[in-house]
């Protein structure tokens, strides 16, 4: 239980969550509970283990794959690797408020085109680059790329989320998908986003839990399936999960099929078992989230940056947040607010549209018949029986969600547009 947890202004929080719209930035919460970073940041817990990312790059490569007796072999080597990598990201993206913050805060609402950009530089690897754009103030929506060109590995994503309240957690839903390339190898891995929800909000300590399931599908056909339980579910222990790898999604529908399953703790330590039991006593470790520490990404000095670039453009605010100062803190978000609202009249009087930096709408709908192949979801999601719809992450084909909504809009990279860039520079 935090100090906090019998203080005013906390149970006047619980008590504004409890009458929430839907909107989780209008929540006017106590300085203690801010977080002075903006949620366009976080898009860089992708990348904190660029090692584990580009792993699958260096299995097999392109020839020896269609040509391969092993082809299979090197198939299911590199799906595992890519449920490793994904699994590493989970502790930076949930638990690091936690860590360095003592709780999750609530982060800073974006404000349309914000920028976070950044690199990861390593000798043998080369350089990987971060750029996360807000693409979407109303509802909130980040679109991010993450690219080692040495090795022709390119991540892209975007996401956004929903809300909702029950009595003692705040429920998320997660929209959008990221997409793992390698070019090299010509493959492609489609990653659907699991919901979560936020524990410890009586007595102001809260913290992330994920539940339900992410879906790694390969363009190979291979298919990880990982589930998510809390405390008191399949293992008893906070942030458990399970992964199985099947060969393809038909196979996935008997758990039996699982040629590997991978179980523990996405916060701790996990097992690797062939097969689909995790009873054997034969199994190896499979990751250790406490053993490997997160690479953080190198972000140019304020002085340097753009006023696009987030911790620029929030600088005065975050201060006030570090010193705890209420008023303060009003003062300088309302002042950033109201420059943004000022802007986005200039532009309907002007009837010139914001303009994205680095990623399009892109609606699959659309398509010309002929370039329908040219969107990575289609085949992906055709594989995984997933809707290609701009729905609730991993939603399934004919689910409610899928036959209700009309939108086949999704957030796309422009590489071309970062080629040419002039005034942002990582
Ligand atoms: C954003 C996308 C990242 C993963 C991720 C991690 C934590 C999530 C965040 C996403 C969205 C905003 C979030 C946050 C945890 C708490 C915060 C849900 C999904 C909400 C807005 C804060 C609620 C306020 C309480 C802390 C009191 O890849």
Known sequence: MSSHSHSSSWTSFLKSIASYNGDLSSLTAPPFILSPTSLVEYSQFWGEHPDLLIAPNFIGDKDSYENAANADEIAQDRII???????????????????????????????????????????????????????????????????????????????????????????VKQYGHAILKFKNLNEEFLITLPPLHIEGLLVASPFVELEGKSIIQSSSGYISVVEFSGRGYFSGKKNSYKARIFKDKAASSNKENALFTISGQWSGKSQIYQGSSTSSKEFSEFYDANAIEPIHLTVKDISQQNNLESRKAWKKVADAIKLGNYDLIHREKSELEQEQRELRKKETESGIKWETRFFEERDLEDLPEAGKKSDPLIGLSNLANLSRKNVVSGTIRGDKEDKTSSSYIHWRFVRENWDKESEIVV
């Open 81 to 171: 690797a890519v449920t490793k990598w994904f699994i590493s990201t989970l502790r930076s993206q949930y638990c690091s408020r936690n860590e360095s913050l003592g709780s999750e805060k609530k982060p800073l609402n974006p404000f349309l085109g914000e920028l976070f950009v950044g690199k990861w530089g390593d000798e043998k690897l080369g350089e990987t680059v971060l750029l996360s754009e807000q693409v979407s103030h109303h509802p909130p929506v980040t679109a991010y790329a993450i690219f080692n060109d040495k090795n022709n590995v390119e991540l892209q994503g975007y996401n956004g989320i929903r809300a909702s309240i029950s009595t003692t957690s705040i429920n």
